[in-house]
């Protein structure tokens, strides 16, 4: 069922690009990665991504604008936030404009990162199940 699911992750750092799709690769998942929110704009256009991980402070663009982007192509989407910063404002914006979750920065350990992913294919899961109960 993981395979099924693809990832887009995007930071400007490379170790946490390169942990984590290592370790969503070995959940199974199909993943990208991005180290460009300009760059992953583009991915998005071109694929069908079921769950957009993003840092929120990015050059060339912050993750709020990418977040505005990737629900324009597709509302579904989910999309989790990922900050080191400990103010709380730009978090709670993104969650204004549609983000599904977020994640701080360091995380706390890679399994947490895995439980919020996990939460979220659940809720798309759920939808799809609503959406077939009522085209029946």
Do not use: C
Not at 8 to 13: H, M, Q, S, W
Not at 37 to 61: G, S, W
Not at 83 to 101: F, I, R, V
């Amino acid at each position: 069922m993981k395979q099924s699911y693809k990832i887009l992750i995007v930071d400007d750092e490379s170790e946490i690009l390169d942990s984590l799709r290592k370790n969503l690769t070995l959940e199974g998942y199909s993943v990208d990665i991005s180290s460009n929110p300009l760059e992953a704009i583009e991915k998005v256009k071109n694929n069908k991504y079921h769950i957009v991980l993003t840092d929120i402070v990015m050059p060339e663009m912050d993750g709020i604008e990418l977040l505005r982007e990737v629900k324009t192509y597709d509302s579904l989407t989910q999309v989790i936030m990922m900050t080191g910063y400990s103010t709380m404002d730009k978090t709670l914006q993104s969650l204004e404009y549609g983000a599904n979750d977020y994640i701080l920065k360091p995380f706390k350990s890679i399994e947490f990162v895995m439980d919020i992913i996990d939460y979220s294919i659940q809720k798309l899961e759920r939808w799809r199940e609503s959406i077939k109960g009522m085209i029946k």
